[in-house]
């Protein structure tokens, strides 16, 4: 008869296999989207019954490396200084935005072809909180343009970040560069557009 212990040992080593194969999954997807499920096995060490075990579909591992990423990403964006200036606030989201965005592109590339339309958007909603959060602020200041949905904008950011990850994948834009485009490209995007007489809305 199984002592006591068994019950949480055995949960205790369901995680660390269930963390080894996220981790794994991690890695492969992020170097191709369309990485088997025998491929991100292999890489964990384990048998497709021990991974199908933990991760019933395909789809339940995509969503469980997507919430993996996306929480290490919060991690990291919630450390950046987001006080004073909005304009300045949203450079230094945007930098460290990227630090993040190559993998979290690919990731994207193999949820799309997984999960629904829907549950991509909600598990993106906190990074695109922070981006909206930033745009209202800039229009408060009068430094943000008023003349388009917030939604349009706040979307047409972080396909601009998803699309520079894709062009530095696709070698054709250096990582140094990235960085400095996005934010000279989003500076022209977000700013408020004169008036007819001169005057900045």
């Not at 909005?86 to 690919?106: F, G």
């Not at 072809?113 to 922070?130: F, K, N």
């Not at 601009?160 to 696709?170: F, I, S």
Request: net charge negative; glycine share 6%.
């Amino acid at each position: 008869m199984p002592n006591a212990a068994t019950g949480p040992r055995r949960r205790a080593d369901a995680e660390r296999s269930i963390a080894r194969i996220v981790s794994a999954a991690r890695r492969c997807l992020s170097g191709d989207p369309n990485a088997s499920t025998d491929d991100i096995a292999k890489a964990a060490g384990v048998g497709r019954m021990t991974l199908y075990g933990h991760f019933h579909t395909r789809a339940d591992l995509v969503e469980a490396v997507m919430v993996d990423a996306l929480r290490d990403g919060d991690e990291a964006l919630s450390a950046v200084d987001l006080t004073g200036n909005a304009q300045d606030a949203l450079d230094r989201l945007l930098d460290s935005s990227w630090s993040v965005m190559a993998e979290s592109t690919a990731l994207l590339t193999a949820a799309q072809g997984t999960l629904p339309a829907e549950r991509i958007r909600q598990l993106h909603a906190a990074p695109a909180q922070r981006v909206e959060q930033l745009i209202r602020r800039g229009r408060d200041e009068g430094s943000f343009r008023t003349d388009m949905p917030i939604t349009w904008l706040v979307n047409a950011v972080q396909y601009l970040l998803h699309g520079a990850a894709e062009e530095t994948r696709a070698e054709r834009m250096r990582t140094e560069e990235a960085s400095r485009l996005i934010t000279a490209t989003v500076r022209s995007l977000l700013a408020a557009p004169p008036d007819p007489d001169g005057t900045v809305r």
